[in-house]
């Protein structure tokens, strides 16, 4: 889609304005009532990268356009299923997470990985702090690059610098309208400190349990002096898909939805069913136990959005072994 000349670009979100960038000056516009009336399964009206037109006077955001993509997961909203736009109109994903301090969560990354195959948008895991832990790196590298993921293996202190994972994270951010996102602590601000030049985001330290402080407070959109725009998001410490369902959710992940033709029956779950060919990987260390047990707690999801009855009236296990003959 061609965006008007007379758009502008959402760069931030405050409780009751947001800051757009119209031909290049900063504003701090409300949004027009009715784009709170229109029911979507949105929690908000518009995100950040968002294109939107004004009203005429100039004075209030009139209008969302289409967006070209969107990272969205389930919103933590009591009662409601809602999906929260993290970011629209973006080229990648760059998935943060350090190996140690705080620990790896595979949840976590494979929530954003499969939430980004989702919306066809190219994603990079970036494994911060290795210095701390080189072994769990290379484990965790090994684990990703095996689902056709790209991986780069970064350490941002001084003298054990990782140039080139460094220089090639620059480039992706320099290309690209890029969303960086994962836990808190995990280093997302320093990595930017680090490949762009005088941004200066404010960084911070592990509490006493190993979790991060939210040193980023909000989502905001970063023009790039090589080029491209960087979304610098709060740390998350879960991701949750929004409306998937059961039998796409298999296609999300590389390495299982390989082994669907092998297994017996065509509409295989692989959840206990008879001669499934991703348990069988499994158990040969062909996929990874922890991308596989991500998989199944997004399938319970899934499974639960799908069936007719509330999750009180139901058994907690679904059990396996059902056959779905080809």
Request: proline share 6%; glycine share 8%.
């Amino acid at each position: 889609m061609k965006i008007p000349s007379e758009a502008g670009l959402v760069l931030r979100i405050d409780a009751k304005v947001c800051h757009v960038e119209i031909d290049g000056v900063r504003k701090q516009l409300p949004l027009a009532g009715k784009l709170f009336e229109q029911k979507t399964h949105e929690k908000r009206p518009l995100a950040v990268g968002d294109h939107v037109l004004l009203d005429p006077t100039g004075q209030v955001i009139d209008k969302v356009l289409p967006r070209s993509s969107q990272l969205h997961r389930r919103a933590a909203t009591e009662g409601e299923h809602q999906a929260q736009v993290l970011a629209a109109n973006i080229t990648q994903v760059i998935a943060v997470a350090s190996v140690k301090s705080p620990p790896f969560q595979p949840e976590l990354v494979d929530g954003l990985l499969a939430a980004a195959a989702r919306q066809e948008i190219p994603a990079t895991l970036v494994l911060t702090k290795i210095d701390l832990a080189l072994k769990a790196a290379d484990k965790w590298a090994a684990v990703y690059q095996h689902a056709n993921v790209r991986v780069l293996r970064t350490c941002t202190v001084e003298g054990k610098q990782t140039t080139e994972a460094l220089e090639e994270v620059r480039q992706l951010l320099n290309e690209n309208q890029s969303v960086l996102i994962g836990l808190s602590g995990a280093g997302k601000s320093t990595l930017l400190n680090a490949v762009v030049p005088g941004v200066q985001l404010r960084t911070g330290k592990l509490n006493h349990i190993q979790q991060g402080r939210h040193t980023t407070t909000h989502t905001e959109l970063l023009a790039l002096p090589g080029g491209g725009h960087v979304l610098d998001t709060p740390g998350v410490r879960n991701f949750h898909l929004f409306c998937t369902g059961s039998q796409e959710l298999q296609f999300l992940f590389p390495e299982i939805a390989a082994k669907l033709p092998e297994c017996a029956y065509r509409s295989c779950l692989h959840d206990g069913e008879q001669d499934c060919a991703v348990t069988a990987a499994l158990t040969a260390g062909e996929i990874a136990a922890t991308r596989y047990g991500s998989y199944l707690r997004m399938l319970t999801d899934a499974l639960d959005d799908e069936s007719p009855y509330p999750k009180s009236s139901r058994s907690p296990s679904r059990g396996g072994g059902r056959r779905r003959p080809r």
